[in-house]
């Protein structure tokens, strides 16, 4: 599965943007889906996870009700909105996908690219 991370940009604190991450090659509907970030000189950290069909997703504490992970796997592409932003957000923001959902990246076997998302104050 090779995956491909867009939607980053500079926002406002406060602002909205909606992450996307496109998949091609394997049946991406196998796959459970999740994204991380990595701020500068620190640990890349967990986000949120979805589930194979969508049943089920989870958040890190930083982004609950804020953020949003979807997927359509009709068009081999899951999504994280992100609203309320603050500057404590910016980060490169990274998609994955692998055989099992949850915040270990040890659980996805596939990377993107790096997105990066700016939020200044």
């Known amino acids: 599965v090779q995956l491909q991370a867009s939607g980053g940009g500079l926002v406002q604190a406060g602002g909205s943007l909606r992450l996307s991450c496109a998949a091609s090659?394997?049946?991406?509907?196998?796959?459970?889906a999740g994204w991380f970030h990595q701020a500068p000189e620190k640990e890349r950290e967990f986000v949120a996870t979805i589930t194979r069909s969508a049943t089920s997703t989870y958040y890190a504490d930083s982004g609950k009700g804020r953020f949003t992970i979807s997927r359509d796997n009709a068009k081999n592409a899951v999504y994280l909105q992100m609203n309320s932003l603050k500057p404590e957000d910016t980060a490169a923001y990274y998609c994955?996908?692998?055989?099992?959902?949850?915040?270990?990246?040890?659980?996805?076997?596939?990377w993107g690219q790096g997105t990066l998302v700016t939020v200044s104050s």
């Open positions: 090659g394997r049946t991406f509907s196998s796959y459970a």
């Open positions: 994955a996908a692998g055989g099992n959902w949850g915040s270990n990246e040890a659980a996805y076997t596939y």
